[in-house]
């Protein structure tokens, strides 16, 4: 079971040029109101499901529920939960006994989390709702665990954030935090220069690209005691289709133009180069995520 609850209006993940809109747009066309624009929008909904259904990220997700080992029966909030692949993934996990909660500010996100999950069998009760990090929809000490990935560094006010996941947690409950430092990057196959301005117009697609150096004192500082840091590298030695960058290349090309005066033409040269690299056999990337499972300590 899948519920989709509404809320205010919003805006999307990546602003509304970019990712996101081509997603939306996919669901206008299920609606069958924008027609006029269906070539590109499905070709961005495409990439998205392909980012997140790439060996890579499939990688990524299994690391954290190894790490996170939730148990049948529990209850789980996914902020930040985008289009829902580890929801329905936790949602086997806890089965039916369990549930899982999903909340996201973007609804075109949520969306897609409802389609993805619906229909599953043997799996918790699943509900999604639009909301704030910040903010949280529920009462105190709702839930067993609670999980964000790749989503506290998009929030201004990530402390904010982590009072909230600790106000919903129940005594003992764990948190599960993933996020990228952008400086663990490595990215050959592309004039240096070049890709130096358009992954510094790429940083602007999030607040923070360094926020994991300090998730350690902040979670500390909320009243959390951290049992677990572990770090994830994305590692593609090669230029191929299935993998995660390949997907970035798709994403940065959309959304670095006119950013910090890189144009289409530069970011369109950009991707050409590292396709020749791929061809020559001279591509290389890599990116590290890094994971922070802590416990709520006190009894409120
Ligand atoms: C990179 S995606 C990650 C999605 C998902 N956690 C995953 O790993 O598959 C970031 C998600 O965070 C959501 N997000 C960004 N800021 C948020 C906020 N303040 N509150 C809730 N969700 C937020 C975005 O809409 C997007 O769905």
């Known amino acids: 079971m899948v519920r989709v609850h509404g809320g205010p209006p919003t805006h999307d993940w990546l602003g509304a040029s970019s990712t996101a809109q081509l997603v939306l747009t996919v669901i206008n066309r299920a609606g069958g109101t924008n027609a006029s624009v269906l070539g590109f929008e499905e070709e961005g909904a495409r990439r998205i499901e392909a980012i997140y259904s790439t060996p890579d990220v499939v990688a990524q997700r299994h690391w954290t529920r190894q790490t996170l080992r939730l148990r049948p029966g529990e209850s789980v909030l996914d902020v930040g939960s985008g289009p829902g692949f580890l929801a329905a993934e936790m949602a086997s996990e806890v089965g039916p006994m369990g549930r899982v909660s999903g909340i996201d500010i973007s609804q075109t996100m949520l969306e897609m989390a409802q389609e993805k999950c619906s229909g599953l069998s043997m799996a918790a009760p699943i509900d999604f709702?639009?909301?704030?990090?910040?903010?949280?929809?529920?009462?105190?000490?709702?839930?067993?665990?609670?999980?964000?990935?790749?989503?506290?560094?998009?929030?201004?006010?990530?402390?904010?954030?982590?009072?909230?996941?600790?106000?919903?947690?129940?005594?003992?409950?764990?948190?599960?935090?993933?996020?990228?430092?952008?400086?663990?990057?490595?990215?050959?196959?592309?004039?240096?220069?070049?890709?130096?301005?358009?992954?510094?117009?790429?940083?602007?697609?999030?607040?923070?690209?360094?926020?994991?150096?300090?998730?350690?004192?902040?979670?500390?500082?909320?009243?959390?005691?951290?049992?677990?840091?572990?770090?994830?590298?994305?590692?593609?030695?090669?230029?191929?289709?299935?993998?995660?960058?390949?997907?970035?290349?798709?994403?940065?090309?959309?959304?670095?133009?006119?950013?910090?005066?890189?144009?289409?033409?530069?970011?369109?040269?950009?991707?050409?180069?590292?396709s020749r690299a791929g061809e020559a056999g001279s591509y290389f990337f890599s990116l590290n995520r890094y994971l922070f499972l802590a416990v709520k300590q006190g009894a409120d």
């Open 129 to 274: 709702q639009l909301g704030d990090a910040t903010k949280l929809p529920f009462p105190n000490a709702t839930f067993d665990a609670a999980v964000s990935i790749q989503v506290y560094e998009y929030v201004a006010d990530v402390d904010a954030a982590l009072s909230e996941a600790r106000r919903v947690l129940k005594p003992g409950g764990r948190i599960l935090v993933v996020d990228t430092d952008w400086d663990s990057l490595v990215w050959h196959g592309a004039d240096p220069a070049l890709t130096a301005s358009v992954l510094s117009a790429w940083a602007e697609h999030l607040v923070d690209p360094h926020l994991p150096g300090t998730l350690t004192r902040r979670l500390s500082s909320h009243g959390f005691t951290v049992q677990v840091h572990d770090a994830f590298a994305v590692l593609n030695p090669a230029y191929d289709p299935d993998t995660f960058s390949r997907g970035l290349i798709g994403l940065i090309k959309n959304f670095v133009p006119g950013r910090q005066a890189v144009s289409a033409k530069q970011a369109e040269a950009w991707s050409e180069q590292l």
